[in-house]
């Protein structure tokens, strides 16, 4: 015998209750009706407590990704030989650079296979990728590369 359901004592061999509802000891057992119906109703306490801190949690998830995508972030880039300030959206030039390799993968594949025209169009594709890139990396100025830049956060809409 095990544990009795009621006190949690240790019940040794042949002393105690065995039910279908658990093992008892001589002083719960006549009591397990109210102990199991109590035990009962912990449990469906603790089920809806579980219950509504999961989704507290699961909320709060949510609130932050939907906090996430409203914020922007750039880069305040200043030339260090004229003094001029712009600004470029890091999430542009993220999806410049990432289509910059999506294009060139397809140039290649399109080219082993021997598919040249496709070849060629994904190459100018990843080439222009790759100049709208430098011009947002150089001073609209006097075209200098020689800046400092710092990535700055703020809520967008």
Same mark, same amino acid.
């Given at each position: 015998?095990?544990?009795?359901?009621?006190?949690?004592?240790?019940?040794?061999?042949?002393?105690?209750?065995?039910?279908?509802?658990?093992?008892?000891?001589?002083?719960?057992?006549?009591?397990?009706?109210?102990?199991?119906?109590k035990l009962e109703?912990?449990?469906?306490?603790?089920?809806?407590?579980?219950?509504?801190?999961?989704?507290?949690?699961?909320?709060?998830?949510?609130?932050?990704?939907?906090?996430?995508?409203?914020?922007?972030? %750039?880069?305040? /880039? *200043? $030339?260090?030989? #004229? =003094?001029?300030?712009?600004? +470029?959206?890091?999430?542009? !030039?993220?999806?410049? &650079?990432?289509?910059?390799?999506?294009?060139?993968?397809?140039?290649?594949?399109?080219?082993?296979?021997?598919?040249?025209?496709?070849?060629?169009?994904?190459?100018?594709?990843?080439?222009?990728?790759?100049?709208?890139? %430098?011009?947002? /990396? *150089? $001073?609209?100025? #006097? =075209?200098?590369?020689?800046? +400092?830049?710092?990535?700055? !956060?703020?809520?967008? &809409?």
């Amino acid at each position: 015998m095990g544990n009795c359901l009621g006190c949690e004592k240790k019940l040794g061999f042949w002393k105690g209750y065995s039910t279908m509802d658990g093992e008892w000891c001589k002083d719960c057992f006549p009591k397990r009706k109210e102990i199991l119906e109590k035990l009962e109703k912990e449990q469906i306490e603790n089920t809806s407590k579980i219950k509504k801190e999961e989704l507290e949690r699961k909320n709060k998830e949510n609130e932050e990704k939907e906090r996430q995508k409203r914020i922007v972030q %750039e880069y305040k /880039r *200043k $030339c260090n030989s #004229c =003094g001029k300030i712009w600004h +470029s959206l890091k999430s542009e !030039e993220d999806q410049l &650079i990432s289509g910059t390799k999506l294009n060139a993968l397809v140039g290649l594949s399109t080219a082993l296979t021997g598919n040249l025209g496709t070849s060629a169009q994904s190459n100018r594709n990843a080439q222009s990728n790759k100049d709208r890139l %430098e011009d947002l /990396r *150089k $001073c609209p100025e #006097c =075209g200098s590369r020689n800046y +400092s830049e710092e990535l700055t !956060e703020f809520e967008g &809409i």
